[in-house]
């Protein structure tokens, strides 16, 4: 393999042991040098065959280059400090300064103004916000759609902060988490620093959603990290401080103890006791009514002055359905499903994009439900929504005078 290599390079066994040696003891070797032996190396598939070489030497090429443009990419993307008063969250008279930045870059997350801010959330995240990196790991679990995953991400948004978020699954593993390497445009091998790798040595937040569907045999190798520890990488030989800004937040459906509904969260794992125990956990159910309205009003647009019953109608059809749901309900005739947040403002949306079907003889209100909710679910859930939904919001002939109909289908 070696003489492969010294073939492909065209230099003598010499010169490449002293190379190897310069490059196993970080010492500077010219750009072009490294690339030529980085080429070398894949060509001669020495990568393959990790035997032939002494690993240190194939990853010190990678770090190296890896590791610089590493920096650069954070550099490019670093922004200039800022402290912000809690009234950027809608909370005045707050002393304590909040840590953001002056303008996002391309990983903070948007939201959109629209956002309702809720303060039962907000006050654990600023304290969260306010603590060292040992209280670094906030958990948001709770019902789907409620606003788990984009509330962490609205507060990101108005701070500026970039918030890496990525999704767990059954096949997760610490290389998602960690990092990799990859395969770069000229065929060589580059490490590349996962989500958590990246936000703790940038000082940004990681968002590990959907905790609870990862193994708990993977998640347990975060247990240091989570407490706001530095590891040691061991693919790049690196110590990654934890950058006293980086934050991680987890969010899943269940508790992290198993899924109580009676099977809606189905393929989710109940997590190791250690790792839950580093988790700073905040169950978070759905918003108040008078919230929902208000985000409702907004989807309904126009029809929402046409037809004011219309959204706390809504409301309390998603109020009920979730009450009526197996998840809190243990009685034989419960729901399968549930109306989150998601579905509710899904349902307002359709509502008014198809009001105009009315004129067809279709109800807009039932064609809506389905597209938002039931079509998915089993005939006698849709039939049970759908007498739900006639009972408290009636059919959208019934619900308003002629006149009134025609404004709000524009006809
Ligand atoms: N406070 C809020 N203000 C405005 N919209 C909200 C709010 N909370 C939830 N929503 C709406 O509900 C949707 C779902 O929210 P989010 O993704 O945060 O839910 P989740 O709890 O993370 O759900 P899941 O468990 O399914 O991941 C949002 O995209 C938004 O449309
Ligand atoms: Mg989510």
Known sequence: ????????????????????????????????????????????????????????????????????????????????????????????????????????????????????????LLR???????????????????????????????????????????TCNQDTDMDHLLGHYVVNESGGMVWKDGPVTLAVRAGWWVQLNEMDYASPAVLAGLNDIMEGRGFYLTATNEFIEFHPDARIMVTSNTSGMGDQTGGSYVGTQQQNLA?????????VDYMDSAAEVSLVQMDLGPLANILPELAPRLVKVATQIRAQYMGENAASSALEVTMSTRALRRWARKILLFKNIASKGEDPIQFALGLALTNKCTRPTQHAIANLVTAEVGAWASLTKPSVAAAATGT
């Open 124 to 166: 654990v995240m600023i304290a969260w916000l306010l603590g060292g990196s040992m209280d670094s790991c906030l958990h948001f679990f709770g019902p789907t759609g409620s606003g788990k995953t984009s509330f962490a991400r609205r507060v990101a948004e108005l701070l500026n902060i970039p918030v890496l978020s990525y």
């Open 275 to 283: 790792f839950l125990d580093r988790l700073e956990s905040i169950p």
């Open 1 to 120: 393999m070696h003489e492969n290599l010294i073939k492909q390079l065209g230099v003598t066994k010499t010169a490449l042991f002293h190379l190897m040696n310069a490059i196993n003891s970080g010492k500077v070797v010219p750009e072009d040098i490294l690339s030529k032996f980085d080429e070398a190396v894949h060509k001669s598939q020495l990568l393959e065959s990790a035997v032939a070489l002494p690993q240190a030497a194939v990853r010190a090429v990678d770090s190296k280059s890896a590791a610089q443009r590493r920096d650069e990419f954070i550099k490019m993307h670093a922004k200039q400090p800022k402290e912000f008063d809690a009234s950027v969250l809608g909370i005045n008279g707050f002393p304590l300064p909040l840590k953001g930045y002056a303008e996002p870059n391309a990983f903070v997350p948007r939201e959109g103004s629209d956002y309702v801010l809720r303060p039962d």
